[in-house]
């Protein structure tokens, strides 16, 4: 079975600083998504960036990028020029893509307060 | 058109009565989701419908009911609900499950804003 472990459950930065965000999974399977999803405080869950297990090259979203490291199955998410709207919950999820259904597992979440 | 709508918002509702959830998506997406959240927690999967056919119950009680009346619309029945059952539900849609003949699926779940219940 899969698992997605967030070690990091609170974490605070300065505004327009640089933060890592931890992730690390454990599975058998080969191909596979990874994803970052942010909650804001009563807003919705959106995508923040996606990884696909057989691209070597490190996914990047505007301040947003990841550190894929498959071999040591990890999946950190670094934010760049923190940004006061950054403030949210951020979710690691794993996705396998054997099979037809493709449930995603999800980590605890780490809590990330972005103070001016 | 790349949302996920939910109503109501919020709801508030006694251990007797009966409600429901519902939620909206126009993109075209062929699975649709329900998931609880609790404050601080991660989503958990309650039901999943792939091709309007429900495809994944996760050993939800009885209490609730999904339905799934066409491709867009999705539906969260409630009855006799349990003070632990308040949390807010949460719908999500995607592509598909996992179409191997859907080569541009990128996996990613579009949520709603979610419905905040609480059971009295």
């Known amino acids: 079975a899969q698992t997605v472990t967030q070690s990091q459950p609170e974490m605070s930065v300065q505004e327009a600083e640089t933060v890592t965000l931890s992730c690390t999974y454990d599975?058998?399977?080969?191909?596979?998504?990874l994803f970052w999803y942010k909650q804001p405080p009563s807003r919705q869950m959106i995508l923040v960036i996606r990884q696909e297990a057989y691209k070597q090259q490190n996914a990047t979203e505007n301040r947003f990028s990841v550190n894929f490291q498959k071999a040591a199955k990890s999946f950190s998410l670094k934010i760049s020029d923190s940004q006061l709207g950054d403030t949210a919950m951020y979710f690691c999820a794993f996705m396998r893509l054997a099979g037809n259904n493709r449930k995603l597992i999800w980590g605890l979440g780490t809590s990330l307060a972005v103070n001016p | 058109d790349t949302e996920v709508t939910q109503t109501p918002k919020h709801l508030v509702m006694g251990m007797t009565n009966k409600k429901s959830l519902k939620c909206e998506q126009h993109m075209g997406h062929r699975a649709m989701y329900w998931y609880k959240q609790k404050a601080k927690k991660p989503p958990e999967l309650m039901f999943v419908y792939s091709y309007e056919k429900l495809s994944i119950n996760e050993s939800v009680p009885s209490r609730f009911s999904p339905e799934c009346p066409n491709s867009s619309l999705l539906n969260l029945h409630l009855h006799a609900l349990q003070p632990e059952d308040s949390a807010l539900y949460l719908c999500?849609?995607?592509?598909?499950?996992?179409?191997?003949?859907?080569?541009?699926?990128?996996?990613?779940?579009?949520f709603g804003e979610g419905s905040r219940l609480t059971v009295l």
């Open positions: 599975t058998s399977e080969n191909n596979y998504y």
């Open positions: 999500a849609s995607s592509q598909n499950m996992g179409d191997r003949t859907l080569t541009t699926n990128t996996g990613e779940l579009f």
